[in-house]
């Protein structure tokens, strides 16, 4: 097999057959054995019967689908598992990575590199919000962490099996494909594309799942948090060392008998926010620990027409 494609699918009923097209039509121009893997992440509408109907009557087809919504990041680590090209693709399937860019990635691949990720040149259809939003992620990711993690891209890019295979290694529960795949090393390049707005439906990745997917990657890469909340707890300690100082001085000396119910109702709470708040940073770091350590498997098969892996841990 000469190329997978990995297509997570989450309520895609609207872009499938567009997507279906599109993807054929490349494939027939590529001239290549490759498997197109869709990955249904619990959808609730067609998306299922879409993607049967498709491997039914193309043999480059195939499906995986889960019992249940286990997350876009283990969707991929489902078709990365299952896959069998010498070189594999990742790419969403809301239209908004064009396969009309995978043969450009696979002849880039082959100029001696192991990864090629595709830098988005714009972003459109998307509000200013989400837009700053995304590009100071990626900024302050890159400035916190040890791991050259390329700005401005998401999961769209080819990979070779050699980075397949050592990302299987890697058994953590709460995945971050792009900075797992940066870690992995290897020489890797980019091709910048104009990234398109949704073809239609709602976007699966909702504010709540951008956000957990910014904590995954932060804090699977980065402790400068929990060197913060240390950092912050010291800081505190010397203010409050300086504050008692203060209040001897005032006391003895300038003979200040106040009662000073208000600057103690203030150092109280500020202390008590930020105790909490270094307790919630140690909190996730734990919070990870735990679920790795429970080594339940990071997916449920319900159904597929590809052989099956070994339980994943």
Same mark, same amino acid.
């Given at each position: 097999?000469?190329?997978?494609?990995?297509?997570?699918?989450?309520?895609?009923?609207?872009?499938?057959?567009?997507?279906?097209?599109?993807?054929?039509?490349?494939?027939?121009?590529?001239? &290549?054995?490759?498997?197109?893997?869709? #990955?249904?992440?619990?959808?609730?509408?067609?998306?299922?019967?879409?993607?049967?109907?498709?491997?039914?009557?193309?043999?480059?087809?195939?499906?995986?689908?889960?019992?249940?919504?286990?997350?876009?990041?283990?969707?991929?680590?489902?078709?990365?598992?299952?896959?069998?090209?010498?070189? !594999?693709? #990742?790419?969403?399937?809301?239209?908004?990575?064009?396969?009309?860019?995978?043969?450009?990635?696979?002849?880039?691949?082959?100029?001696?590199?192991?990864? !090629?990720?595709?830098?988005?040149?714009?972003?459109?259809?998307?509000?200013?919000?989400?837009?700053?939003?995304?590009?100071?992620?990626?900024?302050?990711?890159?400035?916190?962490?040890?791991?050259?993690?390329?700005?401005?891209?998401?999961?769209?890019?080819?990979?070779?099996?050699?980075?397949?295979?050592?990302?299987?290694?890697?058994?953590?529960?709460?995945?971050?494909?792009?900075?797992?795949?940066?870690?992995? *090393?290897?020489?890797?390049?980019?091709?910048?594309?104009?990234?398109?707005?949704?073809?239609?439906?709602?976007?699966?990745?909702?504010?709540?799942?951008?956000?957990? &997917?910014?904590?995954?990657? @932060?804090?699977?890469?980065?402790?400068?948090? &929990?060197?913060?909340?240390?950092?912050?707890?010291?800081?505190?300690?010397?203010?409050?060392?300086?504050?008692?100082?203060?209040? @001897?001085?005032?006391?003895?000396?300038?003979?200040?008998?106040?009662?000073?119910?208000?600057?103690?109702? !203030?150092? #109280?709470?500020?202390?008590?926010?930020?105790?909490?708040?270094?307790? *919630?940073?140690? *909190?996730?770091?734990?919070?990870?620990?735990?679920?790795?350590?429970?080594?339940?498997?990071?997916?449920?098969?319900?159904?597929?027409?590809?052989?099956?892996?070994?339980?994943?841990?």
């Amino acid at each position: 097999m000469d190329l997978s494609i990995i297509v997570p699918i989450y309520n895609e009923e609207i872009n499938l057959p567009v997507l279906y097209a599109r993807l054929a039509a490349m494939l027939d121009a590529l001239l &290549l054995e490759v498997e197109v893997i869709f #990955v249904n992440d619990g959808s609730r509408d067609r998306s299922l019967e879409l993607m049967q109907g498709f491997a039914a009557r193309d043999p480059r087809m195939h499906y995986i689908t889960f019992s249940r919504n286990f997350g876009h990041q283990v969707a991929i680590t489902a078709g990365l598992d299952l896959s069998r090209g010498a070189a !594999v693709v #990742v790419m969403d399937g809301d239209l908004q990575d064009p396969p009309e860019l995978i043969p450009q990635l696979y002849a880039k691949l082959h100029e001696g590199y192991e990864v !090629v990720y595709a830098k988005r040149r714009s972003r459109q259809g998307e509000s200013a919000i989400k837009l700053f939003t995304a590009k100071m992620f990626y900024r302050i990711l890159a400035r916190i962490t040890s791991v050259n993690i390329p700005i401005d891209t998401g999961d769209f890019r080819i990979v070779s099996r050699k980075v397949v295979e050592a990302l299987k290694l890697m058994p953590e529960q709460n995945k971050f494909i792009r900075g797992q795949i940066s870690w992995i *090393g290897y020489r890797q390049t980019f091709l910048e594309f104009d990234r398109s707005e949704r073809a239609g439906g709602e976007p699966g990745y909702t504010y709540s799942k951008l956000i957990k &997917l910014a904590l995954d990657g @932060i804090t699977s890469f980065s402790d400068l948090p &929990l060197r913060m909340a240390s950092i912050g707890g010291f800081a505190v300690s010397g203010v409050a060392f300086l504050v008692m100082l203060y209040a @001897i001085y005032a006391r003895f000396f300038l003979k200040n008998y106040g009662v000073g119910w208000p600057s103690l109702m !203030v150092s #109280v709470l500020f202390l008590g926010g930020i105790q909490l708040m270094a307790i *919630g940073v140690i *909190g996730e770091y734990v919070a990870r620990l735990g679920a790795n350590t429970r080594q339940r498997p990071l997916y449920i098969i319900d159904e597929t027409d590809l052989p099956r892996p070994k339980p994943n841990a």
